[in-house]
């Protein structure tokens, strides 16, 4: 095959590491154009008026695509960044650098499939072709010992499976160098005013200091399991509310792709032989399989997981109810656990892994409240924003996912004794609390403190 000019269009894999699209487009290509598009309609509003993407998750995301810029840079390349919508920008990209194929890692939900399928119509006629990837779970779509058909509808099923009958395939190199097409106009970099949005507030009070981009995900990595050693005793802490090392945090870099889940699943395995091998080595990779099997299903429900009824199409009692809802929002329930997560939420994008279930089983199972409400306020807030696990989860704490235990249900005063024992993490995020003792905040089933 004679070599061509090709696209390699970045979705969410924003690194260099492990990274078959971009591996495959240089191997096969003359000259490789790098380009990254902020879609308008990413930065719109979703069904019930929360922006899409909100100023936390705008401001990582923009920090992300700055470090993938300078990655490249660094071994010869560029990143060419557009404003707009990017089946019409990529065709005049591929046609202005003769470019004959372009490279890009597969999405599994609609709104990124209905651009691909644009893409794919604009590019007929040019006789362009699309190379696509499977490139974000730990297990690659083709190596599962099932059909998407046949996905277990219980998550140890699918678990056992795997761990038994298919293999995490090898991580690709990082490319050492990539030469460019010449004459193309980079562009700029888009800023958050360019997105209507203001600098989101920075709060000492936060877990961690979120920045965007491979860099900062390696070096998370790195700190993460060699230098602070917490690996060992992650399945100990995971539950944590406060400070950055509870849990691994590595969910952000991974929902835009700056981390490969196979890169981790690497260092696992490296840390195992080197450090030790328990139970805590063992679930981080756990999670990740977590991670891959929301993937999954999304590929096999497809739009049922954004519908009222979701997976499992049944019917609950909830409703639009704004003044509950707000109040949820507000952190102003009166149930100390439920608003200092959701403060939390409001000043920082993050929430713990467990506030997150306490928050949604309340609005859902307690406030009786519509969990698309919820799904969609997560989506425009959290820095670590997945499609898959976000919907995922609020169909499996709402009863109508995947779960073998029928109305799953978080008593959140029970949790707070459990989990925050001395009511050190919501004296952190409600100071008005601070004169109660602890014991009096755990007894309590509602607690006035604005």
Same mark, same amino acid.
């Given at each position: 095959?004679?070599?061509?000019?090709?696209?390699?269009?970045?979705?969410?894999?924003?690194?260099?590491?492990?990274?078959?699209?971009?591996?495959?487009?240089?191997?096969?290509?003359? *000259?490789?154009?790098?380009?990254?598009?902020?879609?308008?309609?990413?930065?719109?509003?979703?069904?019930?008026?929360?922006?899409?993407?909100?100023?936390?998750?705008?401001?990582?995301?923009?920090?992300?695509?700055?470090?993938?810029?300078?990655?490249?840079?660094?071994?010869?390349?560029?990143?060419?960044?557009?404003?707009?919508?990017?089946?019409?920008?990529?065709?005049?990209?591929?046609?202005?650098?003769?470019?004959?194929?372009?490279?890009?890692?597969?999405?599994? *939900?609609?709104?990124?499939?209905?651009?691909?399928?644009?893409?794919?119509?604009?590019?007929?006629?040019?006789?362009?072709?699309?190379?696509?990837?499977?490139?974000?779970?730990?297990?690659?779509?083709?190596?599962?010992?099932?059909?998407?058909?046949?996905?277990?509808?219980?998550?140890? =099923?699918?678990?056992?499976?795997?761990?038994?009958?298919?293999?995490?395939?090898?991580?690709?190199?990082?490319?050492?160098?990539?030469?460019?097409?010449?004459?193309?106009?980079?562009?700029?970099?888009?800023?958050?005013?360019?997105?209507?949005?203001?600098?989101?507030?920075?709060?000492?009070?936060?877990?961690?200091?979120?920045?965007?981009?491979?860099?900062?995900?390696?070096?998370?990595?790195?700190?993460?399991?060699?230098?602070? =050693?917490?690996?060992?005793?992650?399945?100990?802490?995971?539950?944590?509310?406060?400070?950055?090392?509870?849990?691994?945090?590595?969910?952000?870099?991974?929902?835009?792709?700056?981390?490969?889940?196979?890169?981790?699943?690497?260092?696992?395995?490296?840390?195992?032989?080197?450090?030790?091998?328990?139970?805590?080595?063992?679930?981080?990779?756990?999670?990740?399989?977590?991670?891959?099997?929301?993937?999954?299903?999304?590929?096999?429900?497809?739009?049922?997981?954004?519908?009222?009824?979701?997976?499992?199409?049944?019917?609950?009692?909830?409703?639009?109810?704004?003044?509950?809802?707000?109040?949820?929002?507000?952190?102003?329930?009166?149930?100390?656990?439920?608003?200092?997560?959701?403060?939390?939420?409001?000043?920082?994008?993050?929430?713990?892994?467990?506030?997150?279930?306490?928050?949604?089983?309340?609005?859902?199972?307690?406030?009786?409240?519509?969990?698309?409400?919820?799904?969609?306020?997560?989506?425009?807030?959290?820095?670590?924003?997945?499609?898959?696990?976000?919907?995922?989860?609020?169909?499996?704490?709402?009863?109508?996912?995947?779960?073998?235990?029928?109305?799953?249900?978080?008593?959140?005063?029970?949790?707070?004794?459990?989990?925050?024992?001395?009511?050190?993490?919501?004296?952190?995020?409600?100071?008005?609390?601070?004169?109660?003792?602890?014991?009096?905040?755990?007894?309590?089933?509602?607690?006035?403190? =604005?």
């Amino acid at each position: 095959m004679t070599k061509q000019p090709s696209v390699v269009w970045f979705r969410n894999d924003l690194r260099l590491h492990d990274n078959e699209t971009l591996s495959t487009a240089l191997s096969d290509s003359t *000259t490789v154009l790098p380009v990254y598009c902020f879609d308008p309609r990413q930065f719109g509003t979703t069904s019930f008026g929360f922006p899409k993407t909100g100023a936390f998750r705008a401001k990582f995301l923009i920090e992300s695509v700055a470090d993938l810029r300078s990655s490249l840079l660094s071994i010869g390349g560029h990143l060419v960044v557009r404003v707009g919508h990017p089946e019409e920008i990529l065709p005049q990209l591929a046609a202005q650098v003769g470019a004959t194929a372009i490279y890009f890692q597969k999405e599994t *939900t609609d709104e990124e499939l209905r651009v691909e399928r644009r893409l794919r119509q604009q590019l007929q006629p040019l006789g362009i072709v699309t190379k696509e990837f499977w490139g974000q779970t730990l297990y690659h779509l083709r190596d599962l010992p099932m059909s998407i058909q046949n996905l277990p509808d219980v998550f140890t =099923d699918f678990r056992k499976q795997v761990e038994k009958r298919a293999r995490v395939r090898d991580i690709f190199p990082t490319p050492k160098r990539l030469k460019l097409p010449e004459n193309i106009d980079a562009g700029s970099l888009p800023t958050l005013d360019d997105f209507q949005l203001q600098p989101p507030p920075t709060d000492t009070r936060g877990v961690l200091n979120f920045i965007g981009g491979e860099s900062a995900g390696l070096k998370r990595l790195h700190e993460y399991f060699w230098q602070k =050693d917490k690996l060992k005793t992650y399945k100990e802490t995971r539950n944590g509310l406060i400070g950055a090392d509870y849990s691994s945090k590595f969910s952000a870099w991974l929902a835009l792709g700056s981390l490969s889940p196979r890169k981790i699943y690497d260092e696992v395995k490296r840390y195992e032989s080197e450090r030790i091998a328990n139970d805590s080595t063992y679930w981080l990779v756990f999670e990740l399989i977590w991670r891959d099997y929301f993937r999954f299903l999304s590929l096999k429900f497809g739009n049922k997981i954004f519908q009222e009824r979701g997976i499992k199409g049944e019917q609950k009692d909830w409703k639009i109810d704004w003044d509950a809802f707000e109040r949820w929002k507000a952190g102003k329930t009166g149930k100390p656990l439920v608003d200092a997560n959701m403060r939390e939420l409001a000043a920082t994008g993050f929430m713990s892994n467990r506030g997150r279930q306490n928050v949604a089983s309340y609005l859902v199972r307690d406030l009786k409240v519509d969990w698309r409400l919820g799904a969609e306020y997560f989506e425009s807030l959290l820095i670590d924003y997945d499609v898959c696990s976000n919907y995922g989860n609020w169909n499996y704490v709402a009863g109508i996912g995947n779960d073998p235990r029928e109305d799953r249900y978080f008593n959140v005063q029970k949790q707070l004794q459990m989990y925050d024992s001395q009511a050190a993490y919501v004296k952190l995020w409600l100071p008005n609390l601070a004169r109660f003792p602890a014991h009096e905040i755990l007894s309590k089933e509602r607690v006035e403190y =604005d």
